[in-house]
């Protein structure tokens, strides 16, 4: 069953550092996500990405943060500097033409020291 | 703003019991998700509910919607241990995509 992938599934930074999170989604799928999960709360959206641009992004998605797509298959969260407010997990997720479900990701845990 | 509330925060009960997780929420919106997370991993979906009156089953969990009250609730029918997880209900908004969570609810199953 096709699945959606996050690569790394942990990731360690020191504040300040850029980190690159990166998610393959379902091959035929056409809507993307981001959301986030810090430990112990709900998840959170991030930002959604459509016709390669974004389509709708919340408050925490600031000029730290941006999406890319830089070829057919992978989606990419940028975070320019880290904050130590950024510790969190983050997942992926993808939706095809039908939208009805989002398919996530295992998840990165991104650990800002 | 749309916002998406559960209750319980927290859920303790015995094998074998019943009960109900309720998902209320502010807005109008026609699709609701329920989703399971285990410990550290990802969001597995269980249900989506696409229109009002919609009633979905899976084993011991049922699933419901009522669009007009905006509230969804899921059922546990003689809980088991492996079904100790948080459950999350999501509420999608009119116009976009963007899954909004509820505050999830931990329930643990007892032996």
């Known amino acids: 069953e096709p699945e959606v992938t996050q690569t790394p599934s942990h990731q360690v930074t020191q504040m300040g550092q850029e980190v690159i999170l990166r998610c393959v989604p379902i091959?035929?799928?056409?809507?993307f996500y981001w959301y986030r999960q810090i430990l112990g709360q709900k998840v959170e959206f991030l930002v959604s990405f459509y016709n390669n641009e974004i389509s709708e992004k919340s408050e925490i998605f600031d000029d730290q943060f941006s999406v890319e797509r830089p070829d057919g298959s992978n989606f990419t969260l940028k975070i320019r500097s880290t904050k130590l407010e950024d510790s969190a997990m983050y997942f992926c997720?993808?939706?095809?033409?039908?939208?009805?479900?989002?398919?996530f990701g295992p998840g990165t845990r991104l650990t800002v020291t | 703003e749309l916002k998406v509330e559960q209750n319980p925060l927290f859920l303790s009960m015995q094998e074998g019991k019943n009960y109900t997780i309720y998902c209320n929420y502010s807005t109008t919106s026609d699709r609701l998700y329920w989703y399971r997370q285990d410990p550290g991993k990802s969001l597995e979906s269980l249900f989506v509910l696409l229109s009002n009156g919609a009633v979905k089953q899976e084993g011991r969990l049922m699933a419901s919607l009522d669009t007009k009250a905006r509230l969804s609730t899921l059922h546990i029918t003689a809980a088991v241990h492996d079904l100790s997880a948080t459950y999350f209900c999501?509420?999608?908004?009119?116009?976009?995509?963007?899954?909004?969570f509820g505050t999830g609810t931990r329930l643990t199953i007892i032996p």
């Open positions: 997720a993808s939706s095809g033409t039908e939208v009805y479900e989002q398919y």
């Open positions: 999501a509420v999608v908004n009119f116009g976009n995509e963007k899954l909004t």
């Open positions: 091959s035929n799928h056409l809507y």
